[in-house]
């Protein structure tokens, strides 16, 4: 799908509305701009809804009547929203799976060995190519460019975690376990690592005085 296109599904909601969850979190929002600058609130609303529609369906996109009711909400004519939901790939203009995997294939992940982790997802879901949702519907596969985590390369996000440090056999655990019912783990590394510390810990500074 290009990203300049707002694509619908056949089946998509007629209708959209903030839930009382949605609006306390718009309302923190909006605050932080001045008077009658609301509308450069667009990028923070987009995800107060699609993180909606995940907790209501089980699918985080944005259908056009979000869009719209943010539009609305905002001011603003349409197009100003879907201008800006169809730019950025972290917003999604059409169904994904329960789990979205977006893998970063840029340079610095492909050199650590993101064609083990592309190999491992579509092993467990069976997706053979990009922006795909498996049968069952729970994963989405979507190749991204760089996630900005090279130094813990190669790098999954799955919904808006971040997992590191990753390799075939520890992606192919990953995302068995959420196959079986599991849950997603703290994001982070994958290895035994603190942050973008040396694998294995730290090697200098280890004595603390004073």
Known sequence: ????????????????AFDLESEAEIVRVLACYPEGRQASGVLPL??????????????GWLPRV?????????GVAPIRVYEVATFYSMFNTEPVGKYHLQICTTT?????????????????TGIEGWHETSPDGLFTMTEVECLGACVNAPVLQINDNYYEDLDGARTEALLRDLQSGGTLPPAGTTV????SAPEGGMTTLLDVTG
């Open 1 to 16: 799908m290009s990203r300049g296109t707002v694509k619908q599904p056949e089946e998509v909601p007629s209708a959209f």
């Open 192 to 195: 035994e690592r603190l942050n």
């Open 108 to 124: 610095p992940c492909w050199l650590r060995g993101s064609d083990a982790v592309v190999a491992a997802c579509r092993r467990v």
């Open 46 to 59: 987009l995800y107060i809804a699609q993180t909606q529609m995940r907790r209501q369906t089980g699918s």
């Open 66 to 74: 979000a869009l719209d009711a943010i539009a609305g909400r905002l």
